[in-house]
């Protein structure tokens, strides 16, 4: 591929690996955006849209985004002001995936009980920009000042075992499950922020032109996202029963009723939340709703 064939394509950043990575494929082929990568190539063309894919780590793509380099791209909204980039891009859609927050973290048998307890302290962590503005604030509230204030100290990876290693006093790192923290013997004693994958687009885009794609592949990921959180809810119900069961299921904008053969029964139709599923179906049942069925949305736009 000469670098001639990305003349006029949409540039849309991906990260090329680590935790958001197979979740942005899976999103890539939900709204038909069809490539072929090749193993050594950071870069590949769309085939059916005047797209081309940069695969980037997620901690490079707020900046490139945000000086325009690329127009579009996924990544974590905790990249972003790590990277300083907030006023720079803008954040189209949140994904709904990669959810988890970022924790001030301590050994569990350590005397510190809050994030004040490390101020003036070590705190290690691979988010310097976002620890060091919640420490600043900390250490200004408390008037610390010059070597009184607290180090906050860069490591890539890893994170967790500075306190055993006798490095840190305290981290600040990314908190999912807990698994990585309890295996460190760690615990939380504060939330830094809570994070998401999101789809970003420069603030202030270089390419006009662009906008009517970049629409078009925001309002498609946005299907694919609603068709992960919702389902079609589909069930049958004597007409004197209808107002309790519509209370349950209201739909987004409103359900829809179709008349059965048997003239004193309906059947609705409503969209519902993937989670709320099995409670929605629970309180159908106890309304009088026979015949209830969840369809799994393939895609969607709503
Ligand atoms: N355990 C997790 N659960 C959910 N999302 C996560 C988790 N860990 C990281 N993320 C999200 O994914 C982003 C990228 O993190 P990840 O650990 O995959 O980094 P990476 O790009 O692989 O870099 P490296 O492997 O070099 O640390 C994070 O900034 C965060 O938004
Ligand atoms: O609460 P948990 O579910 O255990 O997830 C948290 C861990 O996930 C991330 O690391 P990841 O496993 O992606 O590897 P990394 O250290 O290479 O970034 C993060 O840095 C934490 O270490």
Known sequence: MNL????????????????????????????NIQFRKHDRLDVCLVLNHPIALVFLPASDIPSFVGKGNVDLGITGHD???????????????????????????????????????????RVVTSFEVIAGEYFGKIDQGLGLE???????????????????????????????SGDTMR????????????????????????????????????????????????????????????????????GRRAPTISPLEESDWVAVSSMVEKSRAADVMDELVQAGAEDILILKLDNCRV
Request: hydrophobic share 45%.
């Open 183 to 250: 295996a460190a013997g760690l615990h939380a004693i504060a939330t830094v922020l809570q994070t998401e994958a999101v789809l970003i687009k420069s603030s202030t885009p270089k390419h006009a032109n662009l906008t009517p794609l970049i629409t078009r592949i925001t309002q498609r990921i946005a299907g694919v996202i609603a068709s992960n959180k919702f389902v079609l809810c589909q069930y049958n119900i004597p007409r004197a029963s209808l107002a309790k069961c519509t209370a349950v299921t209201p």
């Open 79 to 121: 990249v972003i002001l790590e990277a300083n980039m907030q006023e720079h891009v803008t954040e189209a859609l949140r994904l709904g995936f990669g959810k988890c927050a970022l924790q001030v973290q301590v050994p569990e048998n350590s005397a510190f009980k809050k994030a004040e307890d490390l101020a003036g302290k």
């Open 4 to 31: 001639e064939s990305l003349d006029g394509r949409l540039l849309f950043a991906i990260p090329k690996k680590g935790r958001l990575h197979d979740k942005c494929l899976e999103l890539l082929a939900g709204a």
């Open 146 to 176: 010059g070597d009184k204030r607290t180090q906050i100290e860069y490591v890539g990876g890893s994170v967790e075992a500075a306190c055993a290693l006798g490095l840190a006093d305290g981290i600040v790192d990314l908190v999912e």
